[in-house]
């Protein structure tokens, strides 16, 4: 099916729409954009800048996708944004550029970031990811897949965020958060293991069990951080992918860790 384009609408010349594309009244799509089979620009929506988005987006009124960096340290280029595929960008939400000439924020699929969040320069998002309203990401944060952000949440820069982790409403996240744990506070603080939402996303109770031992390892055993995770390399578990994605994620961090509670 041919794309349909509200004749209101301001489709600039150059920008490449795929199949069955939809464009709502007063929407804008810039020279440089690539719009993936049936995606959906909303009325009074923007897409501008550098950015590809895969099929089967969704993208709400007044949300403004591919906008101009906000870092200061910007010089000029041709930094861009590429989205996957069947991702849900409500009301307002805004989503930047990269920073650098070349380089590109990302944002995998399968995502629902709901109204006035924002995802900032240079970040790297993954897939299966809940944001809810007003939850932002500075620039340079990492989120790993299966993450929820509640409401309000706030990220610092270049902190990460672990595969089936939880940032919780109102959270002020300044280290990372590592996976399957729940964070909230301000400062946030690690409250538990993710237990709803692992179950929620099939695991077994063996794996549950395997992040409970994670648990109390890092944070109810009473070790530092030197020896939780000597405990982690040497357990009877630690080959399991849940003590080495814990592994893999604490090697990268440069922020630290959250603390406990």
Not at 94 to 122: E, Q
Not at 136 to 157: C, F, N, P, R, S
Not at 175 to 186: K, N, R, V
Request: some cysteine; charged content about 20%; aromatic content about 8%.
């Amino acid at each position: 099916m041919a794309s349909r384009i509200h004749p209101t609408a301001i489709v600039e010349s150059g920008a490449q729409l795929g199949v069955d594309v939809e464009i709502g009244a007063y929407a804008y799509v810039g020279a440089s954009v690539v719009l993936g089979d049936r995606t959906r620009v909303q009325h009074h929506a923007t897409v501008d800048g550098n950015t590809h988005l895969g099929t089967d987006n969704d993208i709400f009124p007044y949300a403004f996708i591919g906008g101009k960096t906000q870092d200061l340290k910007y010089k000029g280029g041709n930094p861009g944004l590429r989205i996957g595929d069947k991702n849900v960008f409500r009301e307002f939400v805004t989503v930047h550029c990269g920073t650098p000439d070349g380089a590109m924020t990302t944002v995998g699929s399968h995502n629902t970031i709901l109204a006035y969040c924002h995802i900032a320069h240079d970040c790297v998002v993954g897939n299966h990811i809940i944001m809810s309203n007003y939850a932002g990401l500075a620039g340079h944060v990492t989120v790993e897949d299966y993450v929820v952000i509640g409401a309000y949440g706030g990220t610092h820069q270049f902190c990460r965020i672990g595969t089936h982790a939880m940032l919780a409403a109102c959270a002020k996240l300044v280290q990372d958060l590592p996976p399957y744990f729940i964070a909230e506070g301000q400062p946030a603080t690690i409250r538990m293991f993710n237990k709803v939402g692992l179950e929620r996303h099939g695991f077994t109770p063996e794996r549950l069990d395997r992040v409970k031992q994670l648990y109390r390892i890092l944070y109810r055993d009473g070790l530092n951080r030197t020896q939780a995770f000597e405990k982690i390399k040497t357990h009877a578990n630690a080959d399991s992918a849940e003590f080495q994605a814990m592994l893999t994620f604490a090697a990268a961090s440069e922020r630290g860790l959250v603390p406990g509670a």
